[in-house]
């Protein structure tokens, strides 16, 4: 491969060249919101930073404000423009389509307009991602105040690396069909999210189907009774969470900022998902000293129930604990020690089942402060099937987290491909002539698209 000079963004093929952002695009910043403009008579939607994602843009909530009719002649977006964010995430930048008639934008937004054909806007975006997000290329080129931003002035003095034309096309068109398959990835997501929610919701309503009875397995498609916590089948026998299972209050210390790796692992709310996942992107330590300490040692099949919380959408997320490793949990974490395995997962789906329902959000014994207090869990109603119904339920939902599992870790995969090929082709370090990405394209072809 025959590299050009190096510069001062990294060095390229002799093939591309390096020029200033607005040599190639127009800048312009959106209107500034402030309390005059929430009068008039001419309100308009208008485009955030919240609005702005890396590659796409979330239109599902917009605010309004009043605009002129030369403000509007000014700020109207046409498709093609990029839509830089100037703080937050800072040069996060999606592209306008269309989508939306009379959509403008406001301040904190830096609109880039392309000037003539000498590039690819969806090549810019890429390379926009990946020099903020992944290589850091402009480090220290955003104006540093109390909160970080790219001025309209920095945005336009950034250098880009501009590759022949359609090769930029090219990169653009493979990176597109990579977002393309996580983007499908993400809605057969959210779609088996769904169908699961759904069959938990049946489950725990209706319980196991007529057709399903078997000699000796207890009772199926029966009537339902109203209970605090809904209708359920008849037969089902209430009994206090406490009866299930041994519920322990984990350790109360200061881990937030207790990162180094000294010590336990400690599970905070924050390592727990609310479809009941364990997260260990960001994971906190404890020196365990004491008996008690030790006593709240993790082991498999443990439950780990979010009893308080700062949001109350948060209270009774529970996770089911299957780490290798030593962890314990800290005090917002109650540890519900099942009596047996078939009975923990019961209650792990229960327990979801409760939070999906708004169970928790509705109960009396609820605080304002968002939280339970180990009696009120210690006391929350369980129906318990008989254990032979009880196995097929865990089963049906077993299968359909596995399905879920699969379709997520597809998805990051395709994820990983994304960034790696983002980074190599926006480096030269791979070419795109050389790649062959049939297979992305047989895998989003309608063709290839199952049931969840």
């Not at 309209?152 to 880009?160: A, D, G, T, Y």
């Not at 709310?269 to 030790?294: A, C, W």
């Amino acid at each position: 491969m025959s590299f050009g000079l190096q510069t001062e963004i990294g060095q390229f093929p002799k093939s591309w060249r390096v020029d200033r952002f607005d040599s190639l695009f127009s800048v312009q910043q959106g209107k500034q919101v402030a309390r005059k403009t929430r009068v008039g008579d001419n309100q308009r939607p208008f485009l955030r930073t919240k609005n702005v994602f890396w590659g796409k843009l979330d239109l599902s909530d917009l605010d309004t404000m009043n605009f002129t009719r030369a403000e509007e002649y000014r700020m109207t977006l046409v498709p093609g423009d990029l839509l830089i964010c100037e703080g937050g995430d800072i040069g996060r930048t999606a592209i306008w389509n269309g989508e939306l008639a009379n959509c403008y934008y406001q301040n904190h937004l830096h609109r880039a307009r392309l000037k003539n054909g000498g590039a690819d806007p969806r090549f810019v975006l890429f390379w926009l991602w990946y020099a903020f997000e992944i290589g850091s290329v402009y480090f220290g080129r955003g104006n540093v105040t109390t909160i970080p931003n790219l001025s309209q002035s920095k945005l336009c003095e950034l250098p880009i690396p501009i590759p022949p034309l359609p090769e930029q096309r090219k990169i653009a068109s493979v990176l597109s069909l990579v977002q393309r398959a996580i983007e499908q990835q993400e809605r057969l997501i959210a779609l088996t999210q769904e169908l699961k929610k759904s069959l938990m919701h049946k489950l725990f309503t209706e319980g196991l189907p007529a057709c399903r009875e078997a000699s000796g397995a207890g009772r199926r498609g029966e009537r339902q009774k109203q209970t605090e916590i809904g209708p359920v089948p008849e037969s089902w026998a209430l009994v206090p969470l406490e009866k299930t299972g041994e519920v322990v209050y984990g350790i109360q210390a200061a881990v937030a900022s207790n990162l180094k790796p000294v010590g336990t692992k400690i599970l905070t709310n924050k390592n727990i998902s609310l479809d009941g996942r364990i997260n260990l992107d960001s994971v906190n330590y404890f020196v365990l000293k004491t008996d008690r300490h030790h006593a709240t040692l993790l082991k498999k099949g443990d439950l780990l129930f979010n009893w308080r919380s700062g949001s109350k959408e948060h209270v009774g997320k529970t996770a089911y604990f299957d780490l290798d490793g030593e962890y314990t949990h800290s005090s917002f974490i109650l540890r519900i020690r099942p009596s047996d395995e078939v009975t923990g997962k019961y209650l792990f789906y229960y327990l979801a089942f409760l939070r999906e329902s708004h169970y928790f959000m509705k109960s009396q014994t609820f605080a304002v402060n968002a939280k339970f207090n180990k009696s009120a869990v210690n006391a929350l109603p369980v129906y318990l099937p008989e254990s032979d119904e009880r196995r097929e339920i865990v089963e049906s939902l077993d299968v359909a987290g596995a399905k879920l599992g699969l379709v997520r870790t597809k998805r990051d995969l395709l994820s990983d491909l994304f960034r790696t090929l983002l980074h190599q082709l926006m480096t030269a370090q791979i070419r795109v002539h050389d790649l062959d990405l049939s297979f992305l394209e047989e895998a989003i072809s309608p063709q290839s698209q199952g049931d969840p």
